[in-house]
């Protein structure tokens, strides 16, 4: 394999301003504005231009992977961060050999000895479907651009690759794909013996495999699976990369794999998740039923350690059901308030796992496919394992209905990938990195790099303030602004973000009661507000046909909601962007207790983190332009946490200011 990076790295600079080449999505390989860019063509007559920021982070991870180190890569909104990865990543796999699918971990690893030879892999992991299949699209460009031969594959879940007509549709989709393969009724899971376990592709996405899967009848799914051995990277959802298991189950060497984690402003909340457990309280009596029902059928080998679980739910079900009051406690109270000091509770984990106690207690069947006595037990056995090394960081919050474990901050949850060769942690919104360090028991690198958009204007409005108290009166505030904006503007569409789900709410309400008392005269502006869509009650694609159509629109979301990561409000579908207020949750117990271990910065930092990265949904390119209006004094005490290549933009002015300098820069910009 030809030297990736270098072949790209180290061509002849350019002489003349790029402008277009029409690859990639955000920027690079699309167009830029720098004329001194690396540019490189393989065996396809595509080409391929890197910025020099760009440039810049494939040398930095390119060493900080030789090192073994844990690299903090910022890369603003627009910069190709995908496609950068990916080079660092086809740089460190180009020497490693993938393995055939079937070769057991002993047969490897002899294989590797003999022959010198040692499987190189790079873990991709993503948010979210739609960008796991960006990634191989990337992948698979770049491998025709520089004539390489990087294969890279996409593990997706059951729900966007199962092409069974009787199991894809279920809610609990995964447990009937077990009841329905281990009962050898899915003919497209035993098709799979019939198909070569080779493919000629070089990548293979979600929707190549369920297009293949389709066409031969066979599962995507598992298909999928199976080609993991034969690739080098590895694209995946977070969810996979942080059970602890994973790299056994695939038979992946952790020494060498390198992880790359994309959008990592969202790691330390995904690890909190995974590693909070959720009981209900129903179900761990229905629960303690089965299991007595177990035990009084027959005479069982292992009574007394089921029994010992038996007694260890009851304790917990009594400590419940006495006091049905929330409250939030550390684990040491909750075990000695519910009597449960003295248990081991590693022991009652192991008795779980060895007895296989969820398929004894509750066998998985096709007229119980949610089974919740099973997924009762599953959690319970992980609550056992992490309860067991928790620390003062960690809780219990309690109400009538259920309870839950959780943490402060993450204590060893990613034990499971010390041994990587390195780790790379990249987005557009990561620095401060205190929450990634708290991951990594690793000194962390920390780089930045320059923002490729220069079309841009920032403003902090001090004339709004979305306190809880004052909300009513700034959403009327706010619609009088949006109508400005609607009025005037006449290409492009108004994006208008809020702080919560209550807020949109509040905006939805005012604008349905504008609606009904508007008199004839004003029928303009009734039309105009008939037209504006909010998240929750209309698509992506729906705003997108408004925009073509009207030349104009106005979309509201929520800061965190299902607008605000992954999408690209490029060109006209963002030329107005106002920014509401800061996310900050209310003041409940988990919040106060994470407030005092934390401090008063810890919601503060992460709002402004979400600020960022909303910021970076309207501006995804060089040619790109768009004005910001941050409508909410507390923007100015907190101005230094805002991206630092977002800082040479703003400014201070009242939002009636703002209306009139937008416009200006708009069709200054469009003339331009």
Known sequence: MAPIVTLILQRKEERKRVKRSGLGEEGPGKESVDPNVGRTKGRSSETLRLYPGQQAFVRDGIEIVKQGGVGVLESPTGTGKTISSLLVAMDYVKDGAALPEGISAANASLLREMYSTSAKYVIYACRTHEQ????????????????????????????????????????NIN????????????????????????????????????????????????????????????????????????????NIPVESSVLIVDEGHNLYDAVIDEYSISLEISDLESTLSQIKSYLEAEERRNRLEILEVFIFISKIVKYLTSDPTASTIDVNTFLYESELSDANTYDIAETITKHRLPEKISPLSQVNIENRVELCLNSLERFCRIIGGCDKN??????????????????????????????????????????????????????????????????????????????????????????????????GGVLVFLQSKEVLRMVQEEVKNRQGTLS???????????????????????????????????????????????????????????????????????VLLLTKHRGSSHFINKGMRTINQTIGRAVRKATDYCCVSLLDARFLTYKEKLSSWIHPYVTEATSQARVGESLAKLSEWRMG
């Not at 869509?533 to 705003?543: M, N, Q």
Request: hydrophobic content about 35%.
């Open 132 to 171: 796991l299949d960006q990634v191989v699209q990337e992948l698979d460009m770049l491998n025709r651009v520089t004539g390489s031969q990087v294969r890279g594959v996409v593990l997706g879940s059951r729900r966007v690759t199962c092409i069974n007509p009787r199991v894809c549709h279920s809610e």
């Open 175 to 250: 447990n009937l794909c077990r009841v329905t393969v281990k009962g050898n009724r899915c003919s497209f899971y035993s098709n799979l013996g019939n198909i070569s376990e080779k493919t000629e592709k070089l990548t293979i996405s979600i929707e190549d495999s369920v297009k293949e899967g389709r066409a031969g009848g066979f599962c995507p799914y598992f298909f999928l699976k199976k080609q993991v051995h034969r690739s080098n990277i590895i694209i995946l959802p977070y969810s996979l990369i942080l059970q602890e298991g994973f790299f056994r189950d695939y």
């Open 394 to 491: 960690s809780y219990i919050f309690r109400d009538k209905l259920r309870f839950q474990l959780k943490s402060i901050f993450p204590a060893n949850y990613l034990s499971h990938l010390e041994k990587l060769q390195s780790v790379l942690v990249v987005g557009g919104t990561l620095l401060p990195a205190d929450d990634i360090g708290h991951l990594f028991k690793r000194d962390l690198v920390e780089k930045k790099y320059p923002s490729v958009c220069q079309k841009m204007s920032v403003g902090i409005c001090k004339d709004f303030r979305f306190t809880y108290a004052r909300r009513y009166a700034e959403v009327q505030k706010l619609c009088n602004l949006v109508l400005e904006y609607s009025r005037a503007l006449k290409n």
């Open 520 to 590: 004839h005269a004003s029928g303009k502006d009734m039309r105009l507000m008939h037209t504006w869509l909010f998240e929750g009650s209309t698509t992506l694609r729906h705003y997108k046909d408004v925009i073509s159509t009207e030349k104009t629109g106005v979309l509201f979301c929520v800061m965190g909601g299902s607008f605000s990561e992954g999408v690209n409000f490029s060109d006209d579908l963002c030329r107005v962007l106002l920014v509401c207020g800061i996310p900050l949750p209310k003041a409940t117990n988990e």
